[in-house]
Nanobody, 125 residues
Framework: QVQLVESGGGLVQTGGSLELSCAAS????????MAWFRQAPGKEREFVAA???????PFFADSVKRRPGISRDYEKTLYLDINNLNADDTATYYCAADDRAGPTPSRVASEHKYWGQGTQVTVSS
């Protein structure tokens, strides 16, 4: 039983910042590599950022690499901090968990078994 609940989305002006959170209801949070994906209207779901189960291997999509931060804590929460938001960041953001064994997180959506319901981020001009 794994439940993921995202929060922190909203309406933000271009150039602003957001912190998204993902609360994980799991027995042991550190067994999961975690990731953020997003899906814009009319677009395919795309990778944003991922972090290893121990929190020491973060990596990012090329499209956002210089702007976000991803972190996790032992209170079973995953974070995504995005600064300098622009219209291309408008999307529904999803938290995802990978239950496979291994130290390396994945950029591939299909390799993540558990997903949250999403939180909407809208960037206005």
């Amino acid at each position: 039983q794994v439940q993921l609940v995202e929060s922190g989305g909203g309406l933000v002006q271009t150039g602003g910042s957001l912190e998204l959170s993902c609360a994980a209801s799991v027995r042991t949070f550190t067994i999961y590599n975690m990731a953020w994906f997003r899906q814009a209207p009319g677009k395919e779901r795309e990778f944003v950022a991922a972090i290893s189960r121990t929190g020491d291997i973060p990596f990012f999509a090329d499209s956002v690499k210089r702007r976000p931060g991803i972190s996790r804590d032992y209170e079973k929460t995953l974070y995504l901090d995005i600064n300098n938001l622009n219209a291309d960041d408008t999307a529904t953001y999803y938290c995802a968990a990978d239950d496979r064994a291994g130290p390396t997180p994945s950029r591939v959506a299909s390799e993540h078994k558990y997903w949250g319901q999403g939180t909407q981020v809208t960037v206005s001009s």
